[in-house]
């Protein structure tokens, strides 16, 4: 059976991929078979990636709501945008549980002209820049133009002394972070110029999706007991995460939910952060 992405391209559906990717959720093999033999009913040739993601999404879900929160992390990253504001502000906090010092948004003159930097980061009296480059759609990449414009930049920057942190500050790296993927060319030209990428997958085993699982820094829109008004309520507070909810003093407040359902809301939380 072939499954349509939403490039367009026309691939072979993988059954054990997607058994892959149910387990790395947290379900058990045995749940996961259980999941594929629920669904195979509802499959048919050139079927789109997406329904076959949102039919084992809503059938793990019956199993347990932090599994399928998991299993949502790719869109729950990426409805932190439409602009992207809200991904520099958990990039930040991703370098911060890494021993960073960071501040977001700042604005900074370099040798020839000012720039407004995404995140600038410390650690261990090193100052890094971070681009960040949102996307809101799993299809789209970054490619090479994007590294070779940031490169630019940060040759601008990094003769000039700064006070982020403290006085006569060098800027000595620069992070590209992507939500999606980069392109091999981006990854080649990054590689060679010594610029430090960061996507979903790369680099191999320590991407995104592993810091966020090895730091439990889940973003709260991968939630499933919350509606999307909610998030963006709770977005608005700047409760960026799973871990801002739970330890926030009155992350709650502004949602107005009953006890019984901020219950089951604890309880998910509970489950992606044990």
């Known amino acids: 059976m072939r499954i349509k992405k939403k490039s ?14 149910l387990i790395a959720s947290g379900a058990t093999k045995e749940t996961a078979n259980h999941i594929i033999d629920d669904i195979k009913l509802q499959l048919y040739d050139g079927i789109s990636s997406q329904k076959v993601f949102r039919l ?4 793990l879900k019956n199993y347990s709501k932090g599994h399928a929160a998991r299993y949502n992390l790719k869109n729950g990253i990426m409805a932190l945008g439409p602009a992207g504001f809200y991904f520099e502000k958990f990039i930040a906090r991703i370098f911060e549980l890494q021993g960073y010092q960071t501040k977001t948004n700042v604005e900074v003159e370099g040798a020839c002209i000012s720039h407004e930097l995404d995140v600038v980061v410390k650690k261990n009296n090193h100052v890094a820049m971070v681009e960040c480059k949102f996307h809101g759609s799993k299809e789209v990449k970054t490619d090479v133009k994007v590294p070779m414009y940031i490169l630019s930049r ?15 500050e060098k800027i000595t790296k620069c992070w590209i972070v992507t939500n999606n993927r980069f392109t ?18 790369y680099p191999m085993g320590n991407g995104l999706k592993e810091l ?12 499933t007991t919350l509606t999307i008004a909610e998030k963006e309520i709770l977005l608005l507070q700047e409760i960026l995460t ?3 909810l739970v330890h926030h003093e009155n ?21 992606l952060l044990s």
Request: aromatic letters at 12%.
């Open 8 to 21: 367009g391209e026309i691939v072979q559906f993988d059954t054990e991929k997607l058994i892959r990717s």
């Open 56 to 59: 084992a999404y809503l059938k």
């Open 154 to 168: 940060f040759n601008d920057l990094k003769s000039v002394n700064h006070s982020f942190f403290s006085e006569d």
């Open 184 to 201: 091999s060319e981006a990854i080649k030209f990054g590689e060679c110029s010594g610029l430090n990428l960061l996507s979903w997958d």
């Open 212 to 223: 966020v699982t090895q730091f439990k820094v889940y973003p709260i829109t991968c939630l």
């Open 242 to 244: 799973v871990y801002n």
């Open 251 to 271: 992350g709650f407040a502004k949602l107005k939910l009953s006890q019984s359902r901020i219950k089951k809301v604890l309880n998910e939380c509970q489950q």
